[in-house]
Each structure stands twice: as C-alpha cells, then as structure tokens.
C-alpha cells in the first residue's frame, strides 16, 4: 500500500457526479453515469471493467480530449483547487502533458508519422518551456534513457520502432514535463505478455522514484492487481466497487467483482478452473432498471431489479455499490 494512502493525503485530482453522453440521432447514451473518485498523490489507481463499460471515455473525459459526439453534461474535475471542466482552451494547453499527461493505448496513434521522435519530444518540451536547443535535446535524449531506450533513438521515426518501443516513447512524452498525474489508457493491450511485464514494472519503478500518481485503465484484472495501490472497478457507466488493491482481490465486495475475479486464471496454475461472467453487458442506451448487474447475478433478489443501489461499503477508502455486498463468500 502507498503512503499516500496510509498518510490520508488530500486528494489531488478529485471527480464530483461527472456524466458524459454520447449524442446520436436515436437520442443520448450516457457513458458515464454520475461518477465520483479521488486520486491521491503517488498512487496507481487501477480502473478495471469490460470493454464498454466507460473506462476509456472517463480517462479522455479527464483530459477533455472526448471526440464528438461525446459531451461532458455534469459534474466536475477538480485538481489544485480549480475544475478542469471550466478552464478555457489556453489553460486546458498549459495543463496537458506539464499537470496531467497520458499514455495511449496504440503509440501509433499519438506518434506522429512523418518527424523523428526525438522532433516531437523536443517540441513538446519547447512548447511549454524556455529551453534552448541543445538543453531540449538533452532532456529528450535523458528521456529516452529513462525509459529503457538508447539516446541514439531521437532520429527514429515510429514506423522504424517495435511496439514496446513506440510505448516507451509513449511514456517518455508522458514523463517529459514531469506533470502530477500519468493516465495510462491501456497502455500494453497490443504487446505481448513479456514486453507488457517490463514496461508495467518500469512504470512502477518510475512512479516510486518521481512521485507521480497513476490512473491504470485495463480491462486486464490480473495485470491492475499487480501494479496498482487502489483499484475502481466500473460496470455499464457506473462504478462498482473502490478499495484496496489487498482488499478487492482478498475480500471483494460486489458480485461482479468477484465474477471478474473468477475469470482469470491463477498465476501459479493452482487455483480453481475459471468461470465466465454468465450474460451480457447491457446495452448503456436501454440499461435494466435497479441495480444494472442484476440479470447476470446469482444473487439477485425482487430489491435489486427495482431500486438503485446505493453505497453499503462498511470502512473508510471501501466504496460497493450493491444492495447485498459480499454475497455467501464472506
């Protein structure tokens, strides 16, 4: 566990009832659907759900970054006691990348193709500091090293790099203005499973010497367990279930997450043979009424497909949105 968490720090990236819709011919879909979380300094917050169920689109909603016809409709995003959601464009500029950075989930997609990689870290930094020249490469060669790549590697264009290496550079912009926050948006789906193991341990190695917090959005149960200090898992727009990395993976609260948790394999190949989650994800533009896991759950009851859950966790940093948490597995 973190000692930010121990030390009950101030938060410092706050979301307050946030909902974003996304706004089609047949009407608005809400993708996310009156989200509250904190982040604390130098913590990794894993974010963990199935495809759809809006990690994504919280993750580009933070950065303000949504495509159309995504719109932000309420809430707030406090971090230094201002709401990102109210900055003007100028100031959303001076944010990104030197406060609040991200990673992406194909480096293809953030690199550009036709500058050397060393150009688009030198212009970033330039971009936001009075660096000369020689001093901008130097850090974007310092950079490179950082993350495990050769110096030398600034004249390289994306398409001359492996997939483990675009996403080193990927993190090497991230880490360039040394900002507050990193947003890791699936940052290893398309590695294979070594290179994903050494990329999510340096993150982690870079993280305990720079103090930076992260926010790990995966759709990947085992690999979040691993590296993150509290864990929010998220189901069709809403969240599920907050706590403690130990604690959800010990003592899940919420029938979902204990489904996910049945899902993966054992590490050691020990444990028990995995379970599917029975059903599918709802559909966010017609969601069933009462609590939304309720036609997968085993232990669904006449209360739980009428009426919303609210908050039953029963310590402090414990959030479990479920009408009967922790089932008969307690």
Not at 125 to 150: C, F, I, N, S
Not at 272 to 299: D, T
Not at 301 to 307: E, G, P, W, Y
């Amino acid at each position: 566990m973190s000692d930010c968490l121990k030390s009950k720090s101030e938060p410092i990236l706050s979301i307050r009832d946030l909902c974003v819709d996304y706004i089609t011919e047949d009407g608005s879909v809400r993708a996310i659907d009156h989200v509250s979380l904190d982040v604390f300094p130098g913590e990794i917050l894993g974010i963990a759900g199935e495809s759809g169920s809006g990690k994504t689109t919280l993750a580009k909603a933070l950065m303000r970054i949504l495509p159309p016809p995504a719109v932000i409709t309420k809430g707030q995003v406090l971090f230094a006691g201002r709401d990102i959601l109210d900055l003007s464009e100028d100031e959303l500029q001076a944010l990104r990348w030197s406060k609040i950075s991200m990673v992406f989930q194909s480096a293809m997609d953030a690199l550009n193709p036709v500058i050397s990689i060393g150009e688009q870290i030198i212009d970033t930094l330039e971009a936001h500091v009075d660096y000369t020249k020689d001093q901008a490469e130097e850090r974007a060669r310092y950079l490179l090293e950082m993350v495990g790549l050769p110096g030398d590697r600034l004249t390289s264009f994306a398409h001359q790099l492996s997939g483990g290496m675009r996403q080193r550079v990927g993190i090497a912009l991230a880490l360039a203005l040394e900002p507050s926050i990193i947003i890791l948006d699936e940052p290893t789906t398309a590695l294979d499973v070594l290179v994903e193991s050494d990329i999510l341990a340096e993150i982690r190695e870079l993280q305990k010497e720079l103090g930076f917090a992260v926010i790990f959005v995966t759709h990947d149960l085992s690999r979040m367990l691993q590296v993150s200090d509290r864990v929010a898992i998220f189901y069709s727009a809403q969240l599920a279930e907050v706590g403690p990395v130990d604690e959800l993976r010990d003592s899940p609260g919420h029938p979902y997450t204990r489904g996910l948790l049945r899902a993966f394999p054992s590490v050691h190949g020990d444990g028990p043979v995995p379970e599917s989650i029975p059903g599918n994800p709802p559909s966010l533009a017609s969601p069933p009424s009462g609590c939304r896991f309720n036609p997968r759950c085993a232990k669904a009851t006449a209360l739980c497909r009428t009426d919303k859950p609210a908050d039953s966790g029963d310590r402090p940093g414990r959030t479990i949105i479920c009408h009967h948490p922790y089932g008969d597995d307690r």
